[in-house]
């Protein structure tokens, strides 16, 4: 009996001894700024990495985009949510770029993986995250004809990337 009243008081105690620590870390937040952001009034500035939908850059010095419709982004998305056409001159030959390029946003899981297979740094996954609509077709876009200028912060990443690319593979390891 004796045994049993003393784990009762012990069990008290331990209870008293964790509401004392969860009101502490309570009381610790009183005194910090908050970290709420009123969206979508204020937002918070995105990681240069964060993957919001994908687009094919204009390379300024080049004037158009880096796709040379090599088909590697093609072959790894695991969600063949992306379909190039190869360009073709006046006499039919294949030339090194893309006519179209098709990007399925309703299937794109935002893996990366064309991102990271894409030998000449031509996609990137954009800051883009406010995607919902009520317009199906408009889940099918032509990155090629899009033309997108991609600036701040992530553009400057971006463009060190292929002006510099033994600083990106220092910057990867
Ligand atoms: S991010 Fe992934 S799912 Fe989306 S297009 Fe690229 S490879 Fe496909
Ligand atoms: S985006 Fe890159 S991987 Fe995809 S077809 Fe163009 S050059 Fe090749």
């Known amino acids: 009996m004796a045994k049993t009243r003393g784990s009762g008081i012990a069990v008290v105690f331990r209870g008293i001894a964790s509401l004392a620590k969860g009101l502490a870390i309570t009381f610790s937040y009183i005194f910090r700024r908050p970290i709420t952001v009123q969206y979508p ?3 918070v500035v995105l990681p240069v ?3 919001g939908r994908l687009v094919l850059p204009l390379d300024p010095e080049k004037g158009t985009d880096r796709c040379t419709a090599c088909m590697r982004c093609v ?11 190869k360009a073709v001159d006046a006499e039919g030959k294949p030339r090194p770029r893309a006519a179209t390029y098709r990007y399925n946003l309703a299937s794109c899981m935002f893996c990366n993986l064309c991102v990271e297979a894409c030998p000449f740094f031509a996609l990137v996954m954009s800051d883009e995250y406010e995607l919902a609509t009520t317009d199906r077709s408009s889940l099918v876009r032509d990155l090629v004809a899009e033309r ?4 701040g ?6 463009r060190r990337k292929f002006r510099a690319p033994a600083a990106d593979e220092a910057e990867r390891k």
């Open 41 to 43: 009034e204020e937002r």
């Open 75 to 85: 072959q790894i998305c695991p969600n063949h949510s992306i379909d190039v056409e």
């Open 148 to 151: 997108y200028e991609l600036g």
């Open 153 to 158: 912060e992530k553009g400057d990443w971006w």
């Open 49 to 51: 990495r964060s993957r």
